[in-house]
C-alpha cells in the first residue's frame, strides 16, 4: 500500500517544490539579513555612542538568548500547531521587533527589542527546514535542504550591502538598515497563505483530508495521475466523526523524546555539533567587522573587507549541495567543519589586509557549507512525532553558544589577541568535525514516520 509520504518521496522535483524553497527560501534570507545586520549596528554604535567592550557583547548576544529561547518553542510548537503556522508567527514576530528597534533610545532598550527579534529568529530556521525536508523528494532531498540554507548567504550579503552603502552614511544610518527589519513582518501573509502545511504533520493530527488534497496538488505538478491504493482511508478521512476520533486518538498518544534509546547517541552528537558551529560561527562574525576596526580600519573599508568576505559563503554553500549527495551528509559535514577550523586557524595569524581576506573568505566557504549540511542532516535523524522538536532542540542547546562566544570574545582578545580568539574557534570547529563523524547517513533513506 502506497502512503501519502512515499508518494510525495517518489516524485521529481517539480515547480510546486520550488515554490516552497523559494517562499522558504526568502524568510530564511530575511532572517539573516537581521542576523548579519547587528555586526554593522554595533561597530557603528561602539564610534557614536562610544559604548564599552561590555555593551558591545550584549548587544550582540542578546539576540541569542532569545534565539535558544525560540527554536525550542518553535520545535515544539511544530510538532503540535503546524510547520507553516509557526512559520508564519516567528516572520511577524521578528520583523515587528526589528523594526522597532530602529527607534531604539538607549543601550538598555536596544537590548531588550533584540532580546524579542532573537524569539523570532530562533524559532524559525528549525521549522522553515523541517517543512521543506519533509516535502523535497527523497533522492534530492538533501541537496535542497542545503539549497535552502544557501539563502542565509543572501541575506547575509544583503546585510554586508545594506552595511557598506547604508550604515556609513549618517549618524542614523543604523537605524535605516534596522529599519528594513519591517519587511519580514509583511512577508509572513505570504508564508501564511502561499505555503503548504506539512503533509506529515497533517497526517499525524487526523487531517486526511486536507493531505490528501496537497499530495494530489504536487502529484499534478509532476503529471502523475496515480490513484493511492489506500483511497477508502481517504473518502473516510472526510466524515468529521472519524476525523475527530483520529485527532483525540493522536493526542493521546505517546509523542516520544528526542532522548529516547534508539535517538539519543545521534541527539548528544548533534547538540554538540549545534554548539560547535554556533559557537565559532557567531564568535567570529559578529564580531568581525569590529575587530577590523580594532586592527586600524576604518569604518567604510572594514565593512568593505566583510562584504567581500560575506561573498565566499556562496560557493560554500554550491559544492555542499553538490557533495552532499554525492559523498553524503556524514563525511560532507564532517570535512566542511575540519576546512573551517583550518581557515579559522589561518584568520587568526592573518595581518595584512590580503592574508585577512583571503582566511576570511576560506572560512565564510567552509564554515557556510558546513552549516548546509547540518540542517540537511538534522530533520532526517528524527521521526515524524518528534521531528521539530529534535531539530529545535539541537538548534536552542547551539544557540547557547552563539549567546557565549560574542561575550567571551573581548576576554579572549584581551588574553592573546586575535591568535587566541580564533584559536578557541579552531578548537570548537574540530570537537564538531568529530562529532558529525558519529552520526548516522541518511542520504537516500526515507523520513521515518514513528
Known amino acids: 500500500m502506497t502512503t501519502r509520504t512515499q508518494r510525495l518521496d517518489d516524485l521529481p522535483f517539480t515547480g510546486r517544490h520550488r515554490r516552497l524553497l523559494t517562499g522558504s527560501g526568502v524568510g530564511w534570507a530575511l532572517d539573516a539579513m537581521d542576523v548579519g545586520l547587528i555586526s554593522f549596528v554595533m561597530a557603528a554604535?561602539?564610534?557614536?555612542?562610544?559604548?564599552?567592550?561590555?555593551?558591545?557583547?550584549?548587544?550582540?548576544?542578546?539576540?541569542?538568548v532569545g534565539m535558544a529561547i525560540g527554536a525550542s518553542l518553535g520545535g515544539l510548537l511544530a510538532d503540535?500547531?503546524?510547520?507553516?503556522?509557526?512559520?508564519?508567527?516567528?516572520?511577524?514576530?521578528y520583523g515587528l521587533a526589528t523594526g522597532a528597534a530602529a527607534l531604539s533610545t538607549s543601550v538598555a532598550m536596544l537590548i531588550a527589542l533584540r532580546f524579542v527579534v532573537g524569539l523570532g529568529l530562533g524559532a524559525e530556521l528549525p521549522v522553515a527546514s523541517t517543512l521543506v525536508s519533509e516535502f523535497a523528494p527523497r533522492k534530492v532531498r538533501g541537496r535542497v535542504v542545503v539549497a535552502l540554507e544557501a539563502f542565509w548567504a543572501v541575506g547575509w550579503l544583503?546585510?554586508?550591502?545594506?552595511?557598506?552603502?547604508?550604515?556609513?552614511?549618517?549618524?542614523?544610518?543604523?537605524?535605516?538598515?534596522?529599519?528594513?527589519?519591517?519587511?519580514?513582518?509583511?512577508?509572513?501573509?505570504?508564508?501564511?497563505?502561499?505555503?503548504?502545511?506539512?503533509?506529515?504533520?497533517?497526517?499525524?493530527?487526523?487531517?486526511?483530508?486536507?493531505?490528501?488534497?496537497?499530495?494530489?496538488?504536487?502529484?499534478?505538478?509532476?503529471?502523475?495521475?496515480?490513484?493511492?491504493?489506500?483511497?477508502?482511508?481517504?473518502?473516510?478521512?472526510?466524515?468529521?466523526?472519524?476525523?475527530?476520533?483520529?485527532?483525540?486518538?493522536?493526542?493521546?498518544?505517546?509523542?516520544?523524546?528526542?532522548?529516547?534509546?534508539?535517538?539519543?547517541?545521534?541527539?548528544?552528537?548533534?547538540?554538540?555539533?549545534?554548539?560547535?558551529?554556533?559557537?565559532?560561527?557567531y564568535g567570529a562574525f559578529i564580531w568581525l567587522p569590529s575587530l577590523l576596526v580594532a586592527q586600524g580600519f576604518d569604518l567604510v573599508t572594514s565593512f568593505g573587507y566583510t562584504l567581500l568576505i560575506t561573498l565566499a559563503q556562496l560557493p560554500g554553500y554550491g559544492v555542499a549541495a553538490w557533495l552532499i549527495e554525492v559523498w553524503g551528509r556524514r563525511l560532507t559535514l564532517g570535512v566542511f567543519l575540519a576546512g573551517s577550523a583550518v581557515s579559522a586557524g589561518l584568520f587568526g595569524l592573518a595581518e595584512t589586509p590580503g592574508t585577512i581576506v583571503a582566511a576570511g573568505m576560506a572560512l565564510s566557504f567552509f564554515n557556510l557549507g558546513a552549516w548546509g549540511a547540518l540542517y540537511a542532516i538534522g530533520p532526517e535523524l528524527y521521526p515524524t512525532p518528534v521531528?521539530?522538536?529534535?531539530?529545535?532542540?539541537?538548534?536552542?542547546?547551539?544557540?547557547?553558544?552563539?549567546?557565549?562566544?560574542?561575550?567571551?570574545?573581548?576576554?579572549?582578545?584581551?588574553?592573546?589577541?586575535?591568535?587566541?580568539?580564533?584559536?578557541?574557534?579552531?578548537?570548537?570547529?574540530?570537537?564538531?568535525?568529530?562529532?558529525?563523524?558519529?552520526?548516522?547517513?541518511?542520504?537516500?533513506?526515507?523520513?521515518?514516520?514513528?
Not at 554604535?45 to 550582540?60: E, K, M, P, Y
Not at 509523542?255 to 552528537?269: E, H, I
Open 45 to 64: 554604535l561602539a564610534v557614536q555612542w562610544d559604548l564599552s567592550s561590555t555593551q558591545l557583547s550584549w548587544i550582540g548576544s542578546i539576540g541569542f
Open 80 to 93: 503540535r500547531i503546524g510547520r507553516r503556522q509557526v512559520f508564519a508567527a516567528t516572520l511577524l514576530v
Open 158 to 281: 544583503l546585510a554586508a550591502l545594506i552595511g557598506y552603502f547604508v550604515v556609513p552614511t549618517s549618524d542614523n544610518g543604523w537605524r535605516w538598515a534596522l529599519a528594513v527589519g519591517l519587511v519580514p513582518a509583511a512577508y509572513a501573509l505570504v508564508v501564511r497563505f502561499g505555503l503548504p502545511e506539512s503533509v506529515r504533520y497533517l497526517e499525524s493530527r487526523g487531517r486526511h483530508a486536507e493531505a490528501e488534497a496537497i499530495v494530489r496538488d504536487y502529484e499534478r505538478s509532476a503529471g502523475v495521475t496515480s490513484v493511492p491504493e489506500d483511497s477508502d482511508d481517504t473518502n473516510d478521512s472526510d466524515d468529521t466523526n472519524d476525523s475527530e476520533q483520529s485527532v483525540a486518538e493522536v493526542e493521546r498518544a505517546p509523542r516520544g523524546s528526542v532522548w529516547a534509546p534508539n535517538l539519543r547517541r545521534r541527539t548528544a552528537a548533534l547538540w554538540i555539533v549545534w554548539f560547535g558551529i554556533n559557537f565559532s560561527y
Open 387 to 450: 521531528r521539530g522538536a529534535g531539530t529545535g532542540s539541537a538548534a536552542a542547546f547551539g544557540r547557547l553558544a552563539s549567546i557565549i562566544a560574542p561575550l567571551l570574545v573581548p576576554v579572549l582578545l584581551g588574553a592573546g589577541g586575535n591568535g587566541l580568539v580564533f584559536g578557541a574557534f579552531a578548537a570548537s570547529f574540530v570537537v564538531a568535525a568529530l562529532a558529525a563523524f558519529t552520526l548516522p547517513e541518511r542520504a537516500g533513506t526515507v523520513l521515518d514516520e514513528r
